[in-house]
Nanobody, 121 residues
Framework: QVQLVESGGGLVQAGGSLRLSCAAS??????MAWFRQAPGQEREFVAA????????LYADVAKGRFTISRDNAKNTMYLQMNNLKPEDTAVYYC????????????????WGQGTQVTVSS
């Protein structure tokens, strides 16, 4: 079972940027994804990247502002977030080993502990 550890969260002003990282304990030859969960809301899909990093998928909220990538040599996935908005405030989770649609929470069996992103207005 792969273990995932997120980092890079923090407090940033609206319009600012953050880069999240997700380090895997072993090689994850599977698509990986970022999800987020705001207080009182369901966990939602943000972005996913295929095995090689070539193929990506973004939720509408992320298109044009976020960029997902991965470095398989480092067993690490990234999420570059630009032009952050207060509504991006959430705990961000990385996930791996999907066995279903890559945008669905229920498809993933491996999850990190999450990293808090707070965007002030």
């Amino acid at each position: 079972q792969v273990q995932l550890v997120e980092s890079g969260g923090g407090l940033v002003q609206a319009g600012g940027s953050l880069r999240l990282s997700c380090a895997a304990s072993g090689r994850t030859s599977s698509p990986m994804a970022w999800f987020r969960q705001a207080p009182g809301q369901e966990r939602e899909f943000v972005a996913a990247v295929g095995r090689t990093g070539v193929n990506t998928l973004y939720a509408d909220v992320a298109k044009g502002r976020f960029t997902i990538s991965r470095d398989n040599a480092k067993n690490t996935m990234y999420l570059q977030m630009n032009n952050l908005k207060p509504e991006d405030t959430a705990v961000y989770y990385c996930a791996a080993l999907p066995q279903g649609p890559i945008e669905k929470v229920t498809s993933y069996s491996a999850w990190g502990q999450g990293t808090q992103v707070t965007v002030s207005s």
